[in-house]
């Protein structure tokens, strides 16, 4: 299962899947997520396995900054995990499932550069 993000903000268009990919449904309608929550090994586990177990092969998580961070002893450049016990930031998070051809695949894993606002691959660790 190959994890994407992208912002939740502005047109659709920006976050806009490639020719060959499906939607299937969204695994969760809304969610809010620290930035803590997002730091873990396998923080989509969940809304991944509601999307594999709905014939997806893809999960779009769209994520929207609710709060920034609030603690002044834990700046920005400073790793959520360095910062215990603060959470960090809040983000406003969406699911979206697709199923997506091997092009399709292909296709999100070669862009270089990610256009503004269009799906970037997650990198997660502890997870296959």
């Known amino acids: 299962m190959s ?4 912002p ?3 047109p659709a268009a920006g976050h806009a899947m490639p020719d060959g990919c499906r939607k299937l449904a969204v695994a969760i309608a809304q969610d809010y997520l620290s930035e803590l929550d997002m730091d873990q090994d396998d923080p989509f ?4 396995n ?3 177990a ?3 092969n893809v999960l779009l998580v769209l994520k929207r900054l609710t709060s920034a961070r609030r603690d002044l002893e834990c700046p920005n450049a400073v790793p959520i995990r360095d910062c215990a016990p603060s959470s960090g930031a809040w983000y ?3 699911f979206e499932s697709y199923a997506c051809s091997a092009d ?3 296709a999100l894993n070669t862009k270089k550069t990610p256009a503004a606002g ?3 691959p997650v990198a997660l660790r502890g997870y296959s």
Request: charged share 25%; proline share 8%; no cysteine.
């Open 3 to 6: 994890v994407y993000t992208a």
């Open 8 to 10: 939740l903000d502005g």
């Open 45 to 48: 586990r969940k809304p991944r």
């Open 50 to 52: 509601a999307a594999a």
């Open 54 to 56: 709905g014939g997806g």
């Open 92 to 94: 406003t998070v969406e």
């Open 104 to 106: 399709a695949l292909r």
């Open 118 to 120: 269009a799906p970037a």
